[in-house]
Nanobody, 121 residues
């Protein structure tokens, strides 16, 4: 079965940086779009950034210029470098991957369990 395991969350002061990682494991044939979403208490889950296998990226306006998404296609891993963090970036961050993998063997969405990012002094 496919698993997406996230790491790198934590508590950071405003203006600080964190790097999130998400590794997909299992019998994976191909990975299409990979990305990060976040959900703050009382809010809906929102897109943060996505990246296609060729490297093209898309960002939410609120994080442009501060966050950078990247991926390692050989290891089905996606990263999110977060700089100049603000208190409003506080949320649970979720990894999402569009994969063709056992047992479905068709393009499907998979989600990680989420990692907490708290920006506070």
């Amino acid at each position: 079965q496919v698993q997406l395991v996230e790491s790198g969350g934590g508590l950071v002061q405003p203006g600080g940086s964190l790097r999130l990682s998400c590794a997909a494991s299992g019998s994976i044939f191909s990975a299409n779009v990979m990305g990060w979403y976040r959900q703050a208490p009382g809010n809906q889950r929102e897109l943060v950034a996505t990246i296609i296998s060729g490297g093209g990226a898309n960002y939410a306006d609120s994080v442009k210029g501060r966050f950078t998404i990247s991926r390692d296609n050989a290891n089905n891993t996606v990263y999110l470098q977060m700089n100049s963090l603000k208190p409003e970036d506080t949320a649970v961050y979720y990894c999402k991957a569009e994969l063709v993998a056992f047992p479905r063997w068709r393009l499907s969405d998979y989600w990680g369990q989420g990692t907490q990012v708290t920006v506070s002094s």
